[in-house]
């Protein structure tokens, strides 16, 4: 199988095959054949009277020691995946609302509130009197009922219920899925599948939907608060791939999730000071910060900051060479970069208590001092790009133009230049008279098992031909941008007539000089609420549910554990979800019924598991013209 289509990518195995230093795709050839125990969510650990294992043929034991079926073992194993995610989602969330509580009182002088409208708007949707009071009270209120939303209350979590659409809020009522706390719905989790506790597979995956629409609200939460601390996101132009790196600059990548960091680190790079000294070190181009995975997306969005690679190929960012220091926080970050990074002079340093890496320096990020240790660790690059050897440099001349930052309010006022009083009207139009055929959200990581982008890459021609207007968030935006798919050339390119005639007249309206990208990128992973947003006004607008709209999910090459989250809550939100990749539940039936066709009568959304990338455009296609017959358009 290709390790990958990106030509970046392909340079930097080449160079590893050359330099005998293994890569991903190297470790994953050695874990060949993986356990088809474990591939079909067959096992389970849960207790010491374990490891139990279900014979998928029916030869061999059906039940674990305990009793335990596969139905049982299959549905707990992605029950503990949601809560997993929903963690770290919500640990990223609530790491934002104490730095948005410290920001408001005064203990962190580096996180000013940027947008103060977007305060406002949160705190008055959350219920939180806004009138004549300051931003600092309505900070300290709107951060307060944050942290309120991680235990137990007997409310529903304010950040699903009033996001979403009221026939949402019925649906779940109805089948008993709505969330109160975030932490302590994955607490309660971890309790209902440990040792001999739920056992009913359907109840488990109730559940499971439950915990992720507490997911979903710590996600919604993530972006509502970084777009208060740093500026909700407007259209940028920057550019993708690891030809950002530059020979002549102190290469410093920003990797991980949080905008804490990142945003920081991005505002330093131009500090005068710092500057002098790169040039002083023999770095004439200065500083140069460049993203991986998602918080390169959040800084890609504000600051424009270029996109230099994405999950699956994290480490091909330290092959070039020319990395001299790789921050990092928390989530989807390969151990193995340390070793990587000791074949070169790149420094790797740890920020976050919760995630340390051996054999990486480790400088303890505090919100009170941000601002300082985000000059330290550019200073930690400076000394290292003195060590830097000029033989071992190999960068890939390979970089893509991209426009990011797609928020759901920059989307609404593109629309409004074209309709100022009713903004969604045009889209609306639209979509009415086929011109945009359908919406499909492309979400999710890279992954070995699949050659690296293959699957977005056929998938968006096809759907951009048929009129389908894409978003894109998290890596999936990355491998979109990486290959010019976020750039106006590609909608000349890719889109069918009707979807082109719709961007064209967007983009010269909103004086662009040319059309809006095929693909318009939402953000990072918690950004696939902004997608949400979206589809969610227009339902409103529309006066149908979610489950109506010919919209669909897709994450082709999926990976975490968060990803099964969200493609879990796309589910629960009505949205038909495309898996490229065979999650570990085909162990079970029971369960696979429930996830493909129950969930569809229970909330309108579904699973469709299908990795051949075009049969799965052609099946979301087919999910679209039956939602459009529904609505009485032409399909
Ligand atoms: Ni999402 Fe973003 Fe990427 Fe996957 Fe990881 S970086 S949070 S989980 S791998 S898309
Ligand atoms: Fe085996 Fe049951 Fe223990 Fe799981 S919980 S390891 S199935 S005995």
Redesign the pocket.
């Known amino acids: 199988m290709e390790k990958s289509i990106d030509k970046a990518t392909l340079g930097m195995i080449a160079k590893s095959g050359r330099q005998k230093i293994p890569l991903v795709w190297d470790r994953y050839e050695r874990q060949k054949p993986q356990c088809g125990f474990g591939e079909a969510g067959l096992c389970c650990r849960h207790c010491m009277q374990g490891p139990c294992r279900i014979d998928p043929f029916g030869e061999g034991p059906q039940e674990g020691v305990c009793g335990a079926t596969a139905d049982t073992m299959v549905a707990r194993g992605l029950a503990r995946a949601v809560a997993a995610g929903t963690a770290?989602h919500g640990g990223h969330a609530k790491h934002m609302a104490r730095t948005l509580l410290m920001s408001a009182e005064g203990r962190a002088p580096d996180y000013p509130v940027r947008d103060e409208a977007k305060l406002r708007a949160v705190a008055e949707r959350s219920g939180i009197n806004t009138g004549s009071r300051s931003t600092r009270k309505i900070a300290a209120d709107l951060a307060k009922k944050a942290l309120d939303e991680f235990s137990e209350k007997d409310s529903p979590l304010a950040w699903a219920a009033t996001t979403v659409t009221g026939g949402r809020v019925r649906t779940f009522l109805k089948h008993g899925v709505v969330p109160t706390g975030i932490d302590s719905v994955v607490s309660e989790m971890m309790h209902r599948t440990t040792y001999g506790v739920d056992a009913d597979p359907v109840n488990l995956l109730l559940g499971t939907i439950k915990c992720a629409l507490a997911d979903y609200a710590g996600c919604h939460m993530a972006t509502d608060l970084a777009d208060i601390l740093f500026g909700t996101p407007q259209p940028a132009l920057t550019r993708a791939n690891l030809g950002v790196i530059r020979k002549d600059a102190v290469n410093i990548a920003v990797h991980g999730?949080n905008p804490l960091l990142s945003d920081m680190i991005a505002q330093a790079a131009s500090d005068e000071d710092l500057v002098n000294k790169a040039r002083e070190a023999g770095a004439p181009g200065g500083i140069n910060v460049v993203g991986i995975?998602?918080t390169g997306?959040e800084v890609m969005m504000r600051r424009k900051i270029p996109l230099a690679t994405?999950?699956?190929s994290q480490e091909t960012a330290i092959l070039t060479g020319a990395l001299d220091a790789m921050v990092v926080d928390y989530?989807?970050i390969m151990p193995s970069l340390a070793g990587i990074a000791e074949c070169f002079h790149t420094k790797l340093i740890t920020t976050m208590p919760i995630a340390r890496i051996p054999k990486a320096s480790h400088i303890e990020f505090n919100e009170e001092k941000a601002g300082m240790q985000a000059r330290q660790i550019i200073s930690e690059g400076i000394s290292a790009f003195r060590q830097r050897d000029p033989k071992k440099i190999d960068i890939p001349g390979v970089t893509a133009p991209a426009l990011a930052g797609f928020s759901a309010e920059a989307i609404i006022s593109a629309l409004a230049v074209v309709n100022g009083e009713d903004p969604l009207k045009p889209l609306i139009d639209s979509i009415a008279a086929g011109n945009v055929y359908g919406v499909c959200l492309f979400?999710?990581?890279?992954t070995v098992k699949v050659a690296q982008d293959f699957n977005y890459i056929e998938m968006v021609k096809r759907l951009a031909k048929k009129n389908v207007l894409v978003l894109a968030?998290?890596?999936?935006s990355?491998a979109f941008a990486r290959h010019g798919f976020m750039s106006p050339e590609a909608t000349n390119q890719y889109a069918g007539d009707g979807l082109k005639t719709v961007l064209t007249a967007i983009g010269e309206a909103a004086g662009l000089n040319g059309p809006l990208p095929p693909v318009l990128h939402m953000g990072?992973?918690?950004d696939n609420t902004r997608a949400a947003d979206v589809a969610v006004a227009i339902a409103n607008k529309l006066g149908v549910d979610l489950d109506r709209l010919p919209v669909a999910a897709s994450a082709p090459e999926?990976?975490?554990e968060?990803?099964v989250a969200?493609g879990t809550w796309a589910v629960a939100a009505g949205l038909p979800t495309h898996l490229g990749i065979v999650p570990p539940v085909i162990g079970s039936k029971t369960v696979t019924g429930v996830l493909t066709k129950t969930a569809r009568d229970l909330f309108g959304g579904y699973f469709i598991v299908e990795p051949d990338p075009l049969k799965a455009a052609d099946a979301l296609l087919e999910t679209m013209a039956e939602r459009r017959k529904g609505l009485g358009l032409s399909a």
């Open positions: 770290s999730h995975c998602c997306n994405s999950s699956v989530q989807c979400a999710g990581c890279n968030t998290g890596c999936a990355g990072s992973c918690v999926p990976v975490t968060k990803a969200i």
